[in-house]
Protein backbone atom coordinates (compact mmCIF):
# COMPACT_ATOMS: atom_id res chain seq x y z
CA UNK A 1 0.00 0.00 0.00
CA UNK A 2 1.72 3.06 -1.25
CA UNK A 3 1.36 6.22 0.77
CA UNK A 4 -1.46 8.68 -0.02
CA UNK A 5 0.27 11.80 -2.12
CA UNK A 6 0.04 14.92 -0.42
CA UNK A 7 1.84 18.33 -1.75
CA UNK A 8 5.22 19.02 0.01
CA UNK A 9 4.53 22.15 1.06
CA UNK A 10 2.12 24.91 1.13
CA UNK A 11 2.09 28.58 2.61
CA UNK A 12 -0.28 31.48 3.12
CA UNK A 13 -0.21 34.66 5.03
CA UNK A 14 -1.85 35.10 8.77
CA UNK A 15 -5.42 35.04 7.72
CA UNK A 16 -5.69 33.81 4.63
CA UNK A 17 -6.76 30.22 3.36
CA UNK A 18 -4.58 27.36 2.74
CA UNK A 19 -5.79 23.99 1.11
CA UNK A 20 -4.03 20.32 1.38
CA UNK A 21 -4.95 18.17 -0.81
CA UNK A 22 -4.77 13.98 -0.75
CA UNK A 23 -4.64 11.92 -3.30
CA UNK A 24 -5.13 8.12 -3.45
CA UNK A 25 -7.30 5.94 -5.50
CA UNK A 26 -10.47 3.76 -5.40
CA UNK A 27 -9.38 1.78 -3.09
CA UNK A 28 -8.74 3.95 -0.47
CA UNK A 29 -9.34 7.52 -0.37
CA UNK A 30 -12.26 6.97 -2.86
CA UNK A 31 -13.89 4.25 -1.84
CA UNK A 32 -14.42 5.06 2.08
CA UNK A 33 -15.64 8.16 3.47
CA UNK A 34 -13.21 7.12 6.32
CA UNK A 35 -10.47 10.19 5.57
CA UNK A 36 -8.98 11.90 8.78
CA UNK A 37 -6.55 14.72 9.37
CA UNK A 38 -3.52 15.03 11.28
CA UNK A 39 -1.98 18.04 12.55
CA UNK A 40 1.68 17.24 13.76
CA UNK A 41 4.06 20.24 15.61
CA UNK A 42 7.98 19.42 15.38
CA UNK A 43 9.01 16.94 18.36
CA UNK A 44 5.19 16.13 18.99
CA UNK A 45 2.95 13.55 18.35
CA UNK A 46 0.00 13.97 15.60
CA UNK A 47 -3.22 15.50 16.74
CA UNK A 48 -6.64 14.80 14.77
CA UNK A 49 -8.17 17.80 12.99
CA UNK A 50 -10.55 15.81 10.93
CA UNK A 51 -12.52 12.28 10.62
CA UNK A 52 -14.71 10.63 8.75
CA UNK A 53 -13.48 13.42 5.78
CA UNK A 54 -15.95 16.76 7.23
CA UNK A 55 -16.22 15.66 10.70
CA UNK A 56 -14.26 17.85 13.84
CA UNK A 57 -13.72 16.35 17.25
CA UNK A 58 -14.96 18.74 20.13
CA UNK A 59 -12.28 21.09 20.80
CA UNK A 60 -11.54 21.72 16.87
CA UNK A 61 -11.36 24.79 15.76
CA UNK A 62 -14.12 25.41 12.55
CA UNK A 63 -11.19 27.26 10.82
CA UNK A 64 -10.44 23.61 9.62
CA UNK A 65 -12.69 21.58 7.52
CA UNK A 66 -12.36 18.50 5.65
CA UNK A 67 -14.10 17.77 1.80
CA UNK A 68 -13.73 14.89 -0.74
CA UNK A 69 -14.78 14.84 -4.32
CA UNK A 70 -13.57 11.45 -6.19
CA UNK A 71 -10.00 10.06 -5.02
CA UNK A 72 -8.86 13.48 -3.66
CA UNK A 73 -10.06 14.39 0.06
CA UNK A 74 -8.44 18.31 0.85
CA UNK A 75 -8.05 19.65 4.01
CA UNK A 76 -8.41 23.49 3.92
CA UNK A 77 -7.23 26.21 6.61
CA UNK A 78 -8.99 29.26 7.08
CA UNK A 79 -8.03 32.13 9.01
CA UNK A 80 -4.42 31.09 9.31
CA UNK A 81 -2.22 31.31 12.42
CA UNK A 82 1.14 31.24 13.27
CA UNK A 83 0.49 28.16 15.31
CA UNK A 84 -0.82 26.42 12.40
CA UNK A 85 2.38 25.96 11.23
CA UNK A 86 3.13 22.54 11.37
CA UNK A 87 3.13 18.96 8.98
CA UNK A 88 -0.18 17.71 8.42
CA UNK A 89 -1.09 14.00 7.33
CA UNK A 90 -4.15 12.78 5.92
CA UNK A 91 -4.99 9.26 7.08
CA UNK A 92 -7.69 7.02 5.34
CA UNK A 93 -9.24 3.55 5.24
CA UNK A 94 -7.96 1.38 2.58
CA UNK A 95 -10.10 -1.90 2.92
CA UNK A 96 -8.95 -5.37 4.96
CA UNK A 97 -8.90 -3.27 8.31
CA UNK A 98 -6.22 -1.41 7.12
CA UNK A 99 -4.91 2.16 6.85
CA UNK A 100 -2.96 4.24 4.98
CA UNK A 101 -1.01 7.63 5.88
CA UNK A 102 -0.29 10.56 3.06
CA UNK A 103 3.09 11.75 2.25
CA UNK A 104 2.52 14.92 4.56
CA UNK A 105 2.64 18.39 3.81
CA UNK A 106 4.51 21.68 5.91
CA UNK A 107 2.56 24.37 6.22
CA UNK A 108 4.57 27.33 6.41
CA UNK A 109 2.89 30.91 7.71
CA UNK A 110 4.32 33.80 6.10
CA UNK B 1 -8.41 11.58 31.00
CA UNK B 2 -6.71 9.06 28.37
CA UNK B 3 -3.36 8.01 28.56
CA UNK B 4 -0.91 5.77 26.23
CA UNK B 5 2.23 6.14 27.92
CA UNK B 6 5.29 4.53 25.73
CA UNK B 7 8.50 3.07 27.10
CA UNK B 8 11.57 4.86 26.45
CA UNK B 9 14.23 5.23 23.88
CA UNK B 10 16.06 2.11 22.82
CA UNK B 11 19.89 1.46 21.13
CA UNK B 12 19.77 -1.49 19.38
CA UNK B 13 22.14 -3.38 16.62
CA UNK B 14 21.56 -4.68 13.27
CA UNK B 15 19.95 -8.15 13.72
CA UNK B 16 18.30 -7.93 17.33
CA UNK B 17 14.74 -7.38 18.27
CA UNK B 18 12.95 -4.76 20.10
CA UNK B 19 9.75 -4.33 22.24
CA UNK B 20 8.14 -1.19 22.50
CA UNK B 21 5.25 -1.10 25.30
CA UNK B 22 2.12 1.15 25.86
CA UNK B 23 0.63 1.65 29.40
CA UNK B 24 -3.29 2.49 28.82
CA UNK B 25 -5.02 4.27 31.37
CA UNK B 26 -8.43 6.54 31.80
CA UNK B 27 -10.66 4.46 29.59
CA UNK B 28 -11.94 0.78 29.34
CA UNK B 29 -9.21 -0.84 27.57
CA UNK B 30 -11.10 -3.45 25.78
CA UNK B 31 -12.99 -0.54 24.24
CA UNK B 32 -10.78 0.56 21.50
CA UNK B 33 -8.09 -1.62 19.63
CA UNK B 34 -4.22 -0.44 19.75
CA UNK B 35 -2.80 1.39 16.61
CA UNK B 36 1.05 1.19 16.02
CA UNK B 37 2.26 3.86 13.23
CA UNK B 38 5.96 4.77 12.75
CA UNK B 39 7.65 7.85 11.82
CA UNK B 40 11.30 7.52 10.18
CA UNK B 41 13.92 11.02 11.20
CA UNK B 42 12.62 14.02 8.58
CA UNK B 43 9.81 11.27 7.29
CA UNK B 44 5.79 10.97 7.31
CA UNK B 45 3.75 8.57 9.05
CA UNK B 46 3.78 4.89 8.25
CA UNK B 47 0.46 2.99 9.42
CA UNK B 48 1.99 -0.65 10.79
CA UNK B 49 -1.00 -2.51 12.52
CA UNK B 50 -3.58 -2.69 15.18
CA UNK B 51 -4.24 -5.41 17.86
CA UNK B 52 -8.01 -6.00 19.53
CA UNK B 53 -7.29 -5.83 22.69
CA UNK B 54 -10.18 -8.78 23.78
CA UNK B 55 -9.28 -11.13 21.32
CA UNK B 56 -5.43 -10.42 20.61
CA UNK B 57 -6.42 -10.86 17.46
CA UNK B 58 -3.57 -8.60 14.70
CA UNK B 59 -3.47 -7.30 11.51
CA UNK B 60 -0.38 -5.48 10.20
CA UNK B 61 0.56 -3.92 7.09
CA UNK B 62 1.99 -5.68 4.56
CA UNK B 63 5.28 -4.32 5.04
CA UNK B 64 5.73 -5.82 8.44
CA UNK B 65 3.88 -9.16 8.16
CA UNK B 66 6.66 -10.60 8.96
CA UNK B 67 8.77 -9.17 11.25
CA UNK B 68 6.03 -7.71 13.56
CA UNK B 69 4.64 -8.91 16.50
CA UNK B 70 1.73 -6.63 18.54
CA UNK B 71 0.13 -8.16 22.22
CA UNK B 72 -1.32 -7.33 25.01
CA UNK B 73 -1.58 -7.84 29.01
CA UNK B 74 -4.84 -6.96 29.63
CA UNK B 75 -4.37 -7.37 33.61
CA UNK B 76 -2.22 -4.43 33.25
CA UNK B 77 -3.82 -2.55 30.15
CA UNK B 78 -0.77 -2.56 28.27
CA UNK B 79 -0.29 -3.38 24.42
CA UNK B 80 3.30 -4.06 23.02
CA UNK B 81 4.83 -4.54 19.64
CA UNK B 82 8.12 -6.19 18.90
CA UNK B 83 9.97 -5.79 15.40
CA UNK B 84 12.21 -7.89 14.73
CA UNK B 85 15.28 -8.35 12.36
CA UNK B 86 15.87 -4.92 12.66
CA UNK B 87 18.36 -2.64 10.01
CA UNK B 88 19.39 0.69 9.77
CA UNK B 89 16.10 1.37 7.98
CA UNK B 90 13.85 0.58 11.37
CA UNK B 91 15.42 3.86 12.97
CA UNK B 92 12.69 5.51 13.77
CA UNK B 93 10.18 6.99 16.27
CA UNK B 94 6.98 4.18 17.65
CA UNK B 95 4.01 5.75 18.44
CA UNK B 96 0.67 3.69 19.69
CA UNK B 97 -2.61 5.18 19.57
CA UNK B 98 -6.31 4.33 20.42
CA UNK B 99 -9.12 4.04 17.74
CA UNK B 100 -12.22 3.54 18.77
CA UNK B 101 -14.79 1.82 16.15
CA UNK B 102 -15.63 4.19 13.02
CA UNK B 103 -13.48 6.70 15.21
CA UNK B 104 -9.99 8.25 14.89
CA UNK B 105 -6.89 7.89 16.32
CA UNK B 106 -6.59 9.64 19.68
CA UNK B 107 -5.05 10.03 21.77
CA UNK B 108 -1.23 9.14 20.38
CA UNK B 109 1.42 7.94 23.03
CA UNK B 110 4.44 10.09 23.26
CA UNK B 111 6.58 8.20 21.05
CA UNK B 112 9.70 5.59 21.76
CA UNK B 113 12.49 6.48 20.01
CA UNK B 114 14.09 3.33 18.41
CA UNK B 115 17.80 3.78 16.69
CA UNK B 116 19.34 0.65 14.96
CA UNK B 117 23.18 1.16 14.46
CA UNK B 118 26.13 -1.21 15.05
Sequence with gaps: ?110 | QVLLLQSGAEVKKPGASVKVSCKTSGYTFSDSYIHWVRQAPGQGLEWMGWINPITGDTNLAQTFEDRVTMTRDTSITTAYMELNRLTSDDTAMYYCARKKFLEYFDPWGQGALVTVSS
Design chain 1, 1 to 110: QSALTQPRSVSGSPGQSVTISCTGSRSDVGGYNYVSWYQQHPGKAPKVLIYDVTNRPSGVPDRFSGSKSGNTASLTISGLQGDDEADYYCCSYAGSYKFVFGSGTKVTVL
